[in-house]
């Protein structure tokens, strides 16, 4: 049944702010598009669905490819093909989406998407619901090339004491091949920042984190956090083991050493299982016929 807390951030009417906009008729129809980019424009392969508890969970991402984010919209799609649109998911969206882009974000909230905001996260578990969150945000998705094999959560760690305060599993969920439907060069933030304190004002008014400069489609060059295009290039996706930890409850949620071995921990697991994944990944591209 749905707490105090859920009704308290789900009457409010800004974007973002409610749990009502998600819609299973609205996900059921966009499932025949996702189908056919996963089985023919990605060619997903995937594994460890298995590790999915029946009870509410954390998920926790390692997200590429831009605003596109193709792996994140795959794993989208298993969750549905494998529990149905009827079982409750959210995926927390970082605000500056909602303020950019009002009319795409709003659509995501017919999926599942909600504010990125503590209060949500924790309105959505007590509702019974899963909750998806990437910790890295813009800065993991526009991570410069070279880092595509690295799980980078820019240091952020609410999530760790999301799941100690709420009691509730971390389940990663970790993807390879989709950084390679875009190129990012690198990230010129601190340049631009720095214009910005000179006078420089920001577009539409927001401060966007990253400003990446990358190669991909449409725009061939790209300077900012622009919406691409992702290439057809392969992914592949892998559910990891439930991680719980030793301790939880609000006192494990404040104490700063433990939520830094939680963070450590869940860091380093994904690391691994990344490295394994890229393994087999890099197989198969080279293998394409097996043994």
Known sequence: ?????????????EPGWSLDRRDPQVINSWMPIWEWLYN????????GWNHVPTDKILIVGSHNGGLAAPDMFMMMYDWFRRFGAQRPVYGLMHSAIWKAFPSPAEMMAK???IMAHPKMAIAALHSGASVVVYPGGAQDVFRPHRLRDKIYFAGRKAFIKLALREGVPIVPMISY??????FVIDDYYNIVK????????WLFGIDPEIFPIYLGLPWGLAIGP?????LPVPIHTRVCPPIVFERYGRQ???DHDYVDECYELVRSQMQQELDA?????KTRIHCPFGN
């Open 194 to 201: 720095q214009l910005h304190e000179w006078g420089m004002p």
């Open 252 to 254: 494990a949620a404040c």
């Open 177 to 182: 091949g989709a950084h390679d439907t875009l």
């Open 111 to 113: 999926t599942g998407a």
């Open 226 to 230: 622009l919406p691409n295009i992702p």
């Open 277 to 281: 994944l890229a393994r087999v990944a």
């Open 1 to 13: 049944m749905p707490t105090d807390t859920t009704k308290k951030h789900t009457q409010r009417t």
């Open 40 to 47: 023919h424009y990605f060619q997903v392969q995937t594994s």
